[in-house]
């Protein structure tokens, strides 16, 4: 017999996943790679300090964290980082691996067994030396990474080259020891990748203020007898050609993704290999981010996709991908290989993140790492859909709707549930298709997520993407709107019971949706941009320092626009309850930009909230401040839409 399913009002489901629960499975694994036959890769550990450990499956598969705590294997260059390990198996006694650890920023030299040793210096200047992307050249006795270098106290005032660092220590305190191997040139730019002869790297640059998606140059250089890169020359790429990412072929040619068709698809030595209106690319926030690598075979193993992300080997010959089987419905951008084996990060709406190894000769895929467990009963998962809404001048919008779900409740017939619009943060990102305890911590309660992938999004080509050009704040907001008042429409969502929620760019759209329509009826806005003027002055990092021009235009040109479009300048229409998290080591979205932002609220008797969380950056890590700003997330609606969901701390709203 069945248990008996319970007649409640939305957003009184008991559900098992608190936020806890959310909080240990938030974060997923990253940066795969083979160190000899054994695949490795780095894990979070929101319970430590959300921390990054390194991970090592040896050959029986166990499963072995490196590096115990404080340790923290994550890179800082840009800010959102990039690669921060290598490791090669140089000596009989095992591995000699090189990382980034998180606290100082120094690049280390670990031998598994021993203490990790320091290869670079600290410099007292600004935010010192940091590094990403390390290429191991044992032959040399170096390790040759991309060095971000702070020349003074501002967040612009940073220099980037390549750069080799000495595998003996001798440059731990020396940063004379230190040997560049490029210029200032360019003001952005990724790691070498050396050809399989050794006598040429590649590397992408770029500057500003362009980003990465709106173009960049593939840069080649020959490798002298001597270690020096001599004669580097842009091969490919430009101001309005976006190359994601470049590598060598087993025989020596040069493989890239660029979106010169309008969609980022791959070109061997400048030849269009597979055309078609998808992405085997993306948006390079992190130095390392990988969608192909190339087999020893001569075929290449892929990330592709439109709107979700599927692994898949490419025959080049031909053209055709043949794509792996599995329960996996979207692939994170990291990928390495070893012979014929692929290792891959794949997950599913039923399935977190895990590591993924396709065999290319036998298409046999399967699970080696950080494996899905069910933590609850997958009952209580939640339940998707694919959609796409018609917006303003009919152009579409892509979005994944999770209505309510739970094995033993109901709502009464007469009810319509309330919904959460979530933007997500970039804005050129997009928000996947996947299993996230978050929306299911939601959903599993009686209250409806809807993951709008708002015009600007990644995954549906550079028209799509360029939507939003100067027009942030506008087709964004548009956007989530017009999904919110679908579903109000249409009959599956209370028009009443909206609310809007996002982080960081996300949380810019989430506020300008509160002060410029009245659809919302609350809002969780989450480490915001909010004044548009501020951050483009010198409130936030180099990378992004001058991504305004493209989604806002240049400040000297439209400054009136700048006002108009923040929601700091329009807290005066703000009418509805609101929650505002923030994390107090933000360089990215800082808390002046909350501060002023309430400041300019005054004494308005609109209910809020404003949580601050020491020791938190941009995007929250520690596991503590996640249960704490999802349960008061989850307070703020129940307050707001009459909800009573059982167990859940009262979060105080001034006025």
């Not at 992307?133 to 006795?141: A, N, Q, S």
Request: glycine share 12%; net charge negative; hydrophobic share 40%.
């Amino acid at each position: 017999m069945g248990e008996t399913v319970r007649t409640l009002a939305y957003g009184a489901w008991p559900s098992p996943i608190d936020a806890a629960l959310a909080a240990a499975h938030d974060g997923h694994p990253e940066w795969v790679g083979f160190v000899g036959d054994e695949v490795w890769w780095t894990e979070p550990r929101p319970e430590e300090g959300g921390r990054r450990t390194l991970v090592r499956r040896h050959a029986d598969g166990k499963e072995e964290s490196l590096l115990p705590a404080p340790w923290n294997v994550r890179s800082r260059v840009i800010e959102y980082g990039g690669h921060p390990w290598a490791a090669a198996l140089a000596r009989d006694d095992g591995p000699l691996v090189v990382f980034v650890n998180f606290a100082d920023q120094r690049l280390y030299r670990y031998e598994p067994g021993g203490q990790p040793c320091p290869l670079t210096p600290v410099s007292p200047v600004g935010a010192g030396l940091r590094w990403a992307e390390p290429l191991l050249r044992p032959e040399r006795d170096e390790v040759w990474c991309v060095l971000e270098e702070f020349t003074g106290d501002g967040p612009g005032d940073v220099r980037r080259v390549l750069a080799a660092v000495p595998l003996d220590g001798s440059a731990a305190l020396d940063r004379g020891a230190l040997r560049e191997l490029t210029d200032e040139r360019h003001r952005f730019l990724t790691g070498p990748k050396l050809s399989p002869d050794g006598r040429q790297a590649a590397w992408l640059a770029w500057d500003h203020p362009r980003m990465p998606w709106d173009g960049t140059e593939l840069i080649l250089a020959d490798v002298g007898s001597d270690g020096t890169l001599l004669d580097p020359r842009t091969v490919a790429g430009g101001p309005g050609e976006s190359i994601a990412q470049a590598d060598w072929t087993h025989d020596g040619r040069l493989l890239h993704s660029s979106d010169r068709s309008g969609w980022w698809n791959l070109y061997l030595d400048g030849e269009q290999l597979c055309p078609r209106e998808e992405e085997f690319g993306g948006a390079l926030w992190k130095l390392g981010l990988r969608w192909f690598t190339p087999l020893d075979s001569g075929l290449i193993a892929v990330v592709h996709g439109r709107g979700a992300t599927a692994l898949g080997v490419l025959d080049p010959e031909g053209g055709e991908v043949v794509d792996a089987a599995g329960p996996w419905t979207e692939f994170a951008p990291t990928l390495a290989a070893h012979g014929e084996r692929i290792v891959a990060v794949g997950a599913s709406p039923r399935s977190a993140y895990e590591v993924v190894e396709l065999d290319a000769v036998t298409g046999h895929a399967r699970v080696v790492g950080a494996e899905h467990d069910d933590a609850v009963d997958p009952a209580y998962y939640p339940e998707p859909q694919i959609r796409v809404f018609t917006g303003p001048d009919g152009r579409d919008i892509h979005a994944h709707l999770y209505p309510p779900h739970h094995p033993g409740c109901v709502a009464p017939g007469d009810e319509l549930p309330p919904y959460v619009v979530w933007a997500h943060g970039g804005p050129t990102a997009r928000a996947p298709l996947v299993l996230d305890l978050e929306i299911a911590y939601f959903t599993s309660r009686g209250i409806g997520v809807a993951e709008v992938n708002y015009g600007g999004s990644t995954g549906y080509g550079r028209t799509y993407r360029e939507r939003l050009r100067e027009q942030w704040g506008v087709v964004d907001v548009e956007d989530c709107a017009a999904v919110a008042l679908a579903l109000a429409d249409e009959g599956t969502a209370d028009r009443h019971r909206l609310a809007v929620r996002g982080g960081s760019a996300g949380g810019w759209t989430a506020a300008a949706a509160l002060t410029t329509t009245d659809v919302f009826a609350c809002g969780t806005i989450k480490y915001p941009v909010l004044d548009l003027t501020g951050w483009s002055t010198g409130e936030t990092h180099d990378f992004e320092s001058r991504y305004l021009e493209s989604l806002i235009g240049p400040l000297a040109e439209v400054p009136a626009r700048y006002a108009e479009r923040s929601p700091a300048g329009h807290a005066d229409r703000l009418a509805v309850p609101f929650l505002l998290l923030q994390g107090l080591d933000d360089v990215i979205c800082p808390p002046v930009q909350c501060e002023r932002f309430l400041a300019r609220l005054g004494d308005r008797p609109v209910p809020h909230a404003y949580l601050a969380f020491e020791g938190e950056g941009h995007g929250f890590r520690r596991a503590e401040t996640m249960v704490c700003a999802l349960e008061a997330e989850l307070s703020l609606y129940a307050q707001v839409f009459g909800l009573h969901p059982p167990g859940v701390p009262t979060l105080e709203l001034s006025t």
